[in-house]
């Protein structure tokens, strides 16, 4: 059955090539769409003959008259599935329009089938995403949740390895058929978007990590090369069927951290991060404020301290990374110990500044 929304894009499509009047009726004869707005909702009895008769149904000049709503013009059926779908038809002098007809019947024929296919690839889209979420929430699965898989087709009974990306950029679905076409290794592995700027894959059996690196970097280099998109990825270890859940939330540690460089993380590489995941984000603010809110809105403070970080404490080397006097480094770090009350020089100070400055950066 024709629907008003698709035969309004007919209408539209195919005014840009043909420039004819045009009408888009269901199989009762009630016009659904036109060029003619005026058109809409009313009755033409040409489209319902067309329908009965299942064939073109030419309307002229003389014969016009005795039938309701009608203009002078050819009528085809849209066939669907072997079914009749609607009419479509071309007003004008039949023996005029007669060279547009049959094109214009194939072109709705086409757009109607390309429409169905997309909006059914969309519903298996959804019903995976769906699907998936509950499958990395949760352990316990229901006779529910495992019939639908069987109608997916997902395989429960293999070893799954979650890797999650991040995309710099939307993702939309065009984007996550292509990777599905390029990167599917087998009919095992699945692909789901997740949010506007996410993808899930779940990788099928266990493979080497030298392996899911090289399968990673690959991905990232077709964002990079085809979209010009920068793609994080976070991967988390090997898991039992009824242990994704736990793959899942170590490939999200594993993002945290490699959104930050823009890189591919494994979770079992995480050491010091693996910790500071769990911690709640209160804690974490409370952290900054005990410790470095005295000098969080001076810049300049904030860099030499992290540039200090970063050169493993060895003032020369940091004076010479921030373009400054070696003078004017010790006057700032003295400057932060006071405002802060920390030595610069204390292990344990030092791992107070470091830990700051990572729940600041978050």
């Not at 547009?100 to 086409?110: C, F, G, P, Q, W």
């Not at 594993?254 to 984000?281: N, P, Q, V």
Request: aromatic share 8%; hydrophobic share 40%.
């Amino acid at each position: 059955m024709m629907i008003a929304s698709l035969a309004d894009s007919i209408i539209s499509e195919i005014n840009h090539l043909i420039h004819e009047d045009l009408i888009v009726a269901d199989t009762s004869g009630m016009i659904i769409a036109s060029t003619d707005k005026n058109r809409v909702n009313t009755f033409h009895e040409g489209a319902l003959i067309c329908t009965q008769k299942k064939q073109k149904f030419i309307i002229t000049q003389e014969n016009q008259a005795p039938l309701k709503g009608v203009k002078a013009g050819i009528n085809l059926p849209i066939l669907f599935q072997n079914q009749i779908a609607g009419v479509i038809g071309i007003t004008g002098n039949p023996e005029r329009v007669s060279a547009y007809a049959e094109i214009l019947k194939r072109m709705t024929e086409l757009m109607m089938n390309e429409r169905y296919y997309s909006e059914q690839l969309e519903w298996q889209a959804r019903a995976l995403e769906a699907f998936v979420f509950d499958w990395v929430q949760k352990s316990d699965w229901s006779e529910e949740f495992i019939h639908q898989a069987e109608l997916i087709g997902i395989d429960l009974s293999i070893e799954r390895q979650v890797l999650i990306g991040h995309c710099s950029d939307v993702m939309n679905n065009k984007m996550l058929k292509d990777l599905m076409e390029n990167f599917s290794q087998d009919n095992k592995d699945v692909f789901v978007r997740w949010g506007n700027d996410r993808f899930i894959i779940l990788q099928a059996d266990q493979k080497t990590k030298e392996r899911t690196l090289h399968f990673a970097k690959q991905i990232s280099r077709h964002f990079k090369t085809r979209y010009q998109v920068n793609a994080s990825i976070g991967i988390g270890q090997p898991a039992s069927p009824r242990m994704v859940h736990q793959s899942f939330h170590e490939a999200e540690r594993a993002l945290s951290t490699a959104k930050k460089s823009g890189a591919i993380i494994f979770d079992d590489d995480l050491r010091l991060e693996m910790l500071l995941k769990d911690i709640k984000k209160e804690t974490k603010v409370e952290f900054i404020r005990r410790t470095i809110s005295q000098v969080m809105n001076d810049q300049e403070l904030i860099k030499t301290v992290k540039t200090f970080l970063r050169q493993n404490q060895a003032f020369k080397a940091t004076a010479d990374a921030l373009h400054i006097h070696i003078n004017t480094l010790h006057y700032r770090i003295k400057r932060v110990e006071e405002l802060t009350g920390l030595n610069l020089r204390h292990t344990e100070d030092l791992l107070i500044f470091h830990l700051a400055f990572l729940f600041l950066d978050e």
